[in-house]
């Protein structure tokens, strides 16, 4: 899996376009002199990602509203348990939006 959310949204676009995200395009070096560090396909995609992520920032009227309401809110919200239920409902929410 993934170690970032950003390579995970990157490596989804990249298959979107039926490209494998583990191919070699080259190094990551410009100039070629370090053969050892190749890059990856996925990383063409990860600008994209990042806007992706941006978009995200601000959260719709729905969103803000299913954080407040998520399960353990109240008593949980500085919690690890309590910040990714609100996250996660947050998110659900946005899924259902048209």
């Given at each position: 899996?993934a170690d970032?959310?950003?390579?995970?949204i990157?490596?989804?676009?990249?298959?979107?376009?039926?490209?494998?995200p583990?191919?070699?395009?080259?190094?990551?070096?410009?100039?070629?002199?370090?053969?050892?560090?190749?890059?990856?396909?996925?990383?063409?995609?990860?600008?994209?990602?990042?806007?992706?992520?941006?978009?995200?920032?601000?959260?719709?009227?729905?969103?803000?509203?299913?954080?407040?309401?998520?399960?353990?809110?109240?008593?949980?919200?500085?919690?690890?348990?309590?910040?990714?239920?609100?996250?996660?409902?947050?998110?659900d929410a946005?899924?259902?939006?048209?």
């Amino acid at each position: 899996m993934a170690d970032t959310m950003i390579e995970r949204i990157a490596r989804h676009l990249c298959k979107a376009e039926f490209y494998d995200p583990d191919d070699v395009v080259g190094t990551a070096s410009d100039d070629g002199t370090d053969d050892n560090n190749p890059a990856l396909y996925w990383i063409e995609w990860s600008a994209d990602a990042k806007v992706i992520l941006q978009l995200l920032r601000e959260p719709t009227e729905a969103m803000k509203t299913a954080g407040v309401t998520a399960p353990h809110y109240l008593e949980d919200q500085s919690s690890r348990r309590g910040c990714g239920n609100i996250y996660s409902a947050m998110i659900d929410a946005a899924l259902t939006e048209v």
